[in-house]
């Protein structure tokens, strides 16, 4: 047969669909030693191994079987499938808000590459239109594509583009900006923007996905669709991260850039809001405001773009048995601040001390955080803490370490006089500090015991 019916394949995996004569794209029956598998065989990856053979079945999942469990493959249709996403005219309709795409590489509309196993995403007004044309019904949009990273690839040099044209689209009258983002580093370009980009008259909504579009679960589109109805008809002017609010796709939820924390790796519903509550709920029909306080759109365009960064700022996540010499070795590489995340109120051992004073007396800028990620750092409540002030180290309240970290580096890209960067980092520029934390705002479910089954029985997750 023609290479082409073999797609990525080879080796055994190749032997195998010839010895059966199946190709991909074929439509086929495998019977394995765990069972019968029903479906179309898929290209296979270039960089994967030969010991599997793809298989996308019925429920749209895609399914790798092991060709040692392998008894037959009986082709039984073929039809090359066009996973090209189809591009339409984007319509424009007077009356609804102007909302601006701005792209970094995520993939919150995409089709997979079956040849490289990528995901190629969908970026265009008209490709967008194409795979999610209820758009179309909720603004007007354009787009820019601003760079193509994995999130754990954004920083510094991002973040600052990233204002830089959130200011330019502001200034030319845009309604709402959305930004496409990777999920993995959200919170934290969501931090940077709070920073950078104040005084905000529209709002800055980051979306992502946790799952690719070729997944029947995927969460791309209603995330999608949340996040330009948040731009354009929201009246939060605010940097926000738009996202599942339950694992179902009954509403999102808007989060404050400086109070979100992606929680887990895999669920929809990754995103929450952090030692208070979330914004807003979001549906396809409605905004529902939850805080009652925020900031609010405007007409005018009086946005204050403060585009800086330090890369020399670093966060030091302390364990049991730390040696001081992690410490000494930041400050010999030049780093001229440092985020401590502490265990308990905000401690590290007396190990540390001699290296934080060190730090201290080289101008290192010292600041503690907490591993507990509700609460707020006590550092007069026992002497350990009390010494670490001493010697230098400044309790940051509730600000999340990430938070911290970001804002270290944008204040040290101002300014390096201990004074001002205290005062700075303490005066909070969007709740990143907040004077106490709501009585829902800490909520850990344990499941197992009577009255939380019983409360699970009554809710979604």
Not at 119 to 125: D, E, G, K, T
Request: net charge neutral; charged share 20%; aromatic share 8%.
């Amino acid at each position: 047969m023609n290479e082409d019916f073999f797609q990525g394949y080879k080796g055994d995996a190749l032997a195998t669909l010839m010895k059966f004569n199946a190709r991909v794209w074929g439509q086929a029956d495998i019977e394995t030693t765990r069972g019968k598998f029903v479906g179309t065989i898929l290209p296979r990856s270039e960089n994967d191994d030969d010991q599997h053979i793809v298989m996308k079945i019925p429920t749209g999942y895609n399914v790798g079987i092991d060709i040692k469990t392998v008894n037959s493959i009986t082709e039984t249709g073929y039809k090359k499938a066009n996973y090209k996403i189809p591009e339409k005219q984007f319509p424009v309709t007077p009356g609804l808000p102007h909302v601006k795409l701005l792209g970094t590489g995520g993939t919150i509309a995409s089709r997979l590459d079956y040849r490289t196993g990528a995901v190629i995403p969908a970026f265009s007004p008209g490709e967008l239109y194409g795979a999610v044309p209820e758009l179309a019904d909720i603004c007007n949009l354009d787009t820019e594509k601003l760079f193509a990273v994995f999130s754990e690839n954004m920083g510094p040099k991002q973040y600052i583009a990233l204002a830089k044209a959130i200011g330019k689209e502001i200034e030319n009258g845009i309604d709402g900006i959305v930004i496409g983002h990777g999920t993995d580093t959200l919170q934290h370009t969501g931090a940077a923007l709070t920073f950078m980009c104040q005084n905000l008259p529209v709002p800055v909504v980051l979306v992502g996905s946790q799952r690719s579009s070729d997944r029947p679960s995927s969460d791309a589109a209603l995330n999608l669709m949340h996040a330009m109805k948040a731009a354009g008809q929201s009246d939060i002017a605010e940097v926000m991260v738009c996202m599942f609010g339950p694992t179902s796709d009954e509403y999102g939820l808007l989060h404050k850039g400086t109070r979100v924390r992606k929680m887990h790796s895999s669920y929809r519903s990754t995103f929450r809001t952090i030692g208070d509550t979330p914004l807003a709920m979001i549906s396809r029909k409605e905004i529902t405001p939850i805080k009652k306080t925020y900031n609010k759109r405007r007409n005018d365009r009086n946005v204050k773009i403060l585009p800086y960064f330090s890369d020399e700022v670093t966060m030091l996540y302390y364990y049991p048995g730390m040696k001081p010499d992690i410490i000494d070795s930041m400050v010999d590489n030049g780093y001229k601040g440092i985020i401590f995340v502490g265990t308990g109120l905000g401690h590290v051992n007396r190990e540390l001390y001699p290296a934080i004073e060190r730090a201290h007396a080289k101008g290192v800028h010292m600041f503690m955080t907490l591993q507990t990620i509700w609460g707020f750092v006590h550092m007069f409540v026992y002497d350990t803490g009390r010494d670490m002030m001493a010697k230098g180290i400044v309790p940051l309240g509730n600000m999340l370490p990430e938070v911290a970290w970001i804002k270290l580096s944008w204040v040290l890209g101002q300014t390096n006089d201990a004074e001002e960067v205290k005062r700075m980092m303490l005066t909070p520029v969007n709740d990143e500090i907040t004077p106490r934390e709501p009585y829902n705002g800490y909520l850990v479910l344990q499941g197992g015991v009577p009255e939380v089954e019983s409360f699970i029985r009554k809710v979604h997750k």
